[in-house]
């Protein structure tokens, strides 16, 4: 049976307020424009997930938001988890081979560098950076997450707002 892990990195932020800590940083326009955008063209490939973990930082959780209600997820039922924020691949890993076996296609929204260091750990592919409100499709043939481990991950897909409609991150 097969895995579909589908990394995504939070759309732009707004650094315009020195005042907001990086935790609470928004999504700036652009990042706006660009998650809802990207909603709707997983939606158009009829990918939809199973569950959704997101950071809990503002960015990546709105990101989460948007690309869920796209596709017709509930947003309210997005999984926050604090672990990956200001994280390690390791953190990231176990949130990974902890998901239930029920659930073949999981959605994981948060941050670089981490998220750039997860796909190319699980598929050897040489990406040297995963851009904003980028979405990489990595799968498995495997049929249990607890089995996700470096270079058994296919690289499917990686679908960016600049390969997809030309717009700069």
Request: proline residues 5%; negative net charge; hydrophobic residues 40%.
């Amino acid at each position: 049976s097969m895995k579909q892990l589908y990394v995504m990195r939070h759309a732009k932020s707004d650094w315009s307020n020195p005042e907001w800590t990086d935790f609470s940083r928004p999504l700036n326009q652009r990042g706006l424009h660009a998650a809802p955008k990207m909603g709707t063209f997983l939606k158009s490939l009829n990918i939809v997930p199973d569950i959704v973990y997101s950071s809990d930082a503002n960015r990546a959780l709105t990101t989460a938001r948007f690309l869920a209600e796209k596709v017709g997820y509930d947003s309210n039922a997005i999984i926050q988890n604090h672990s990956l924020y200001e994280s390690t691949l390791a953190q990231y890993l176990s949130v990974i081979t902890a998901i239930d076996d029920v659930h073949s296609t999981a959605w994981i929204v948060g941050h670089n560098p981490i998220q750039t260091l997860l796909v190319q750990y699980c598929t050897d592919a040489p990406i040297s950076h995963l851009p904003t409100c980028a979405v990489a499709h990595i799968e498995f043939d495997i049929p249990s997450w607890n089995m996700v481990s470096r270079s058994l991950g296919m690289l499917r897909n990686i679908y960016t707002p600049k390969t997809l409609w030309g717009d700069d991150e």
